[in-house]
């Protein structure tokens, strides 16, 4: 059984990559009937930013923690141990001043651990703990910034680089950016990237399909 793990990541609650996220788990659906798919809403609940109290519960492992760092690693095994289970994730990913939004930078804060989801070779530096899987990031934009392509980078693109090399970072390489530009240009523009969107998540359910 195959396991799809949906991140959405935008305060709005109509928010555009909601749509997305959920016309791509529709159509992975058809083609998993038995499948199964978690979603995680981190822009409604997003999770703590970080402060001295949590660095210490997330990276340092204190014999004693107090009930907030407890939840703290509770909640960021939790997030961790998702992604392991998941065989596709899916991160609904507005860009916000260029970049990701407060929520999903918060969310690497709490799932990019040092003996978790990656380590430290003294000779050759750091490594990816997860097992390689496809990452699709639905990147919606007000304005238009291209597609991602790392051959031919937006130099106001700051989200499709920073989400391939972190992601890349704890060992999922294959990151793949399904861009809907033009989200705030007005009711034709914005129709134009959505269809190159919806276009873009069925040739990425048919590639995962073959
Ligand atoms: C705080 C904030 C910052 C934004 N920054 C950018 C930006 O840097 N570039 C851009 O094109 N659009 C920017 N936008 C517009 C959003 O990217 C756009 O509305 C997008 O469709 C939001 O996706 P969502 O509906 O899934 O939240 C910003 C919106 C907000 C609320």
């Not at 509770?74 to 141990?81: F, H, L, R, T």
């Not at 804060?109 to 040092?114: L, M, N």
């Not at 070779?121 to 390689?132: A, S, V």
């Amino acid at each position: 059984m195959s396991t799809l793990l949906i991140l959405d990541t935008s305060p709005r609650g109509d928010a555009v990559s909601r749509q997305l996220t959920d016309q791509f788990m529709q159509a992975w659906n058809q083609q998993n009937p038995d499948g199964r798919v978690i979603h995680r809403d981190i822009g409604t609940t997003p999770p703590a930013h970080l402060d001295d109290e949590l660095i210490e519960a997330l990276r340092k492992q204190p014999e004693t923690l107090t009930p907030r760092q407890k939840a703290a690693r509770a909640a960021s095994d939790a997030m961790i141990q998702e992604m392991q289970e998941a065989d596709v994730i899916v991160v609904g990913a507005p860009m916000h001043n260029f970049t990701v939004t407060g929520a999903l930078r918060t969310w690497i804060d709490h799932i990019a651990r040092p003996g978790a989801t990656f380590g430290y070779d003294p000779e050759t530096g750091p490594y990816g703990l997860l097992d390689d899987k496809p990452v699709y990031v639905i990147s919606t934009r007000g304005g238009k910034y291209g597609y991602g392509d790392p051959d031919d980078p937006h130099p106001a693109d700051f989200q499709s680089g920073y989400l391939r090399h972190v992601f890349g970072f704890i060992g999922l390489k294959d990151v793949r950016i399904i861009a809907a530009n033009g989200m705030d240009m007005g009711p034709d523009p914005r129709a134009e990237g959505l269809a190159e969107a919806g276009t873009a998540i069925k040739e990425a359910i048919s590639k995962l399909a073959a």
